[in-house]
């Protein structure tokens, strides 16, 4: 059973994903998470902020979950980013193809503050850093594996908004081609 406060922090997500920070309001995650007015600020005292990067942070959590889960059994990179790649794409296809990088809809599209800057900037890192090590382990050295790891983000990032615009998760799935 989920607590309240993983309850609402998914369910914002799910909506910022769909609809950006600014097209989320709280009484439509307050519907979406079936919960009171009361419990939002109780668990997030600072309203919509807080509850926006505690959304990215589960989103962070699960997409390094699908990392590892993609490279832990790869015979190599290119298996690992293949893998990768179409579990992204399901996952857009889950979705329909209405929703964005789960965690760029939401802080890249928020308050232009710090605080979203810095908790970007730190899970963009850890994407890179774990896809990284994978490809060490998979027999890279430490400088290509880094160099790989930030090309597939910086590619992925962009054929997730060209799959959202084209509303077509094959452009997730044709990335491995482009980048291995």
């Given at each position: 059973?989920?607590?309240?406060?993983?309850?609402?922090?998914?369910?914002?997500?799910?909506?910022?994903?769909?609809?950006?920070?600014?097209?989320?309001?709280?009484?439509?995650?307050?519907?979406?998470?079936?919960?009171?007015?009361?419990?939002?600020?109780?668990?997030?005292?600072?309203?919509?902020?807080?509850?926006?990067?505690?959304?990215?942070?589960?989103?962070?959590?699960?997409?390094?979950?699908i990392i590892d889960a993609s490279f832990d059994e790869a015979d190599d990179y290119t298996d690992g980013v293949t893998t990768f790649c179409?579990?992204?794409?399901?996952?857009?296809?889950?979705?329909?193809?209405?929703?964005?990088?789960?965690?760029?809809?939401?802080?890249?599209?928020?308050?232009?503050?710090?605080?979203?800057?810095?908790?970007?900037?730190?899970?963009?890192?850890?994407?890179?850093?774990?896809?990284?090590?994978?490809?060490?382990?998979?027999?890279?050295?430490?400088?290509?594996?880094?160099?790989?790891?930030?090309?597939?983000?910086?590619?992925?990032?962009?054929?997730?908004?060209?799959?959202?615009?084209?509303?077509?998760?094959?452009?997730?799935?044709?990335?491995?081609?482009?980048?291995?």
């Open positions: 059973m989920t607590d309240t406060r993983t309850k609402l922090a998914i369910e914002a997500g799910f909506l910022f994903q769909q609809k950006g920070y600014h097209g989320v309001g709280l009484a439509e995650v307050l519907e979406r998470a079936g919960v009171p007015k009361g419990s939002l600020y109780h668990h997030f005292p600072n309203g919509k902020a807080d509850l926006a990067l505690a959304a990215a942070e589960i989103a962070a959590r699960e997409v390094l979950r179409y579990k992204l794409a399901k996952y857009f296809d889950i979705h329909e193809g209405k929703i964005g990088c789960p965690v760029s809809a939401t802080l890249h599209g928020g308050p232009d503050n710090a605080a979203f800057r810095e908790a970007l900037s730190g899970i963009f890192a850890r994407w890179m850093d774990r896809i990284s090590d994978h490809a060490q382990r998979l027999g890279q050295s430490p400088d290509e594996a880094s160099s790989a790891a930030k090309r597939l983000f910086l590619s992925l990032e962009g054929s997730w908004t060209l799959a959202r615009a084209r509303s077509d998760s094959n452009v997730i799935r044709e990335l491995p081609a482009l980048v291995c």
